[in-house]
């Protein structure tokens, strides 16, 4: 029973380019999280998805930023133009409908030059 | 105030001891409580949830949830140095009212077990 996947695990970028970030939820999972750790901070809340919706928001930044959950394939978070300040853990969290209990993937973690 | 506050520690416990972990938070209407562990340079794991006031045993961990207070607790009897991790506490404190949505973390607890 493979749990969360995440890939790529590490993420190298220069400032400007672009990261995407890809999660597959567990088997059965249909909701999708996704979660940033930057350094020496806690876990901060960005997108909540169901297949073909964004669910909540409202801790994605305004700009560069954006995510989907596509019918076919999994998750990807996006992030345009990178910066230096979006170097972090990326985490993507699956929970099955109706349940809140989240389940975390491995992170990736992306450094940007 | 921060939504989910804990304490930072370090706390540090001998191997064998009971560790206590507590963690306080804002929305009386949150309806979700979970403990993750992390080790260092992990993603985080989920240990325990509760969602009705009182306790919740699992193994050597125990859950303690009291609404009215807004607190809820972990306890891991008999610690072992495999414990030594930070343990974060999570809330649902989604708005529209689901027991599901984003989980709002506090700053996590380093737990140290000494042999």
């Known amino acids: 029973n493979a749990g969360v996947m995440q890939n790529p695990r590490h993420l190298v970028r220069r400032r400007g380019q672009e990261a995407r970030l890809r999660c597959s939820p567990m088997?059965?999972?249909?909701?999708v999280y996704w979660y940033r750790q930057l350094p020496e901070e806690g876990l901060k809340f960005m997108v909540y998805l169901q297949k073909e919706n964004i669910i909540d928001e409202s801790g994605m930044p305004k700009e560069r930023f954006s995510a989907e959950f596509p019918k076919e394939g999994p998750s990807i978070l996006r992030i345009q133009q990178v910066v230096r300040g979006d170097s972090a853990a990326y985490f993507c969290?699956?929970?099955?409908?109706?349940?809140?209990?989240?389940?975390f993937g491995p992170g990736t973690r992306l450094l940007v030059l | 105030q921060k939504e989910v506050e804990q304490n930072s520690g370090p706390l540090s416990v001998p191997e064998g001891a009971i560790a206590s972990l507590n963690c306080t938070y804002s929305?009386?209407?949150?309806?979700?409580f979970f403990w993750y562990r992390q080790y260092s340079g992990k993603s985080p794991e989920l240990i325990m949830f509760i969602y009705s006031n009182g306790d919740k045993e699992d193994g050597r961990f125990t859950a303690q949830l009291n609404k009215a207070s807004q607190y809820v607790s972990l306890l891991i009897r008999d610690s072992q140095p495999s414990d030594s991790a930070t343990y974060l506490c999570?809330?649902?404190?989604?708005?529209?009212?689901?027991?599901?949505?984003?989980?709002?973390f506090g700053q996590g607890t380093i737990l140290t077990v000494h042999p």
């Open positions: 929305d009386r209407g949150s309806q979700s």
């Open positions: 999570a809330v649902n404190s989604d708005a529209g009212g689901t027991s599901y949505g984003k989980l709002t």
């Open positions: 088997k059965g999972h249909s909701h």
């Open positions: 969290a699956s929970s099955p409908l109706g349940q809140a209990d989240q389940y």
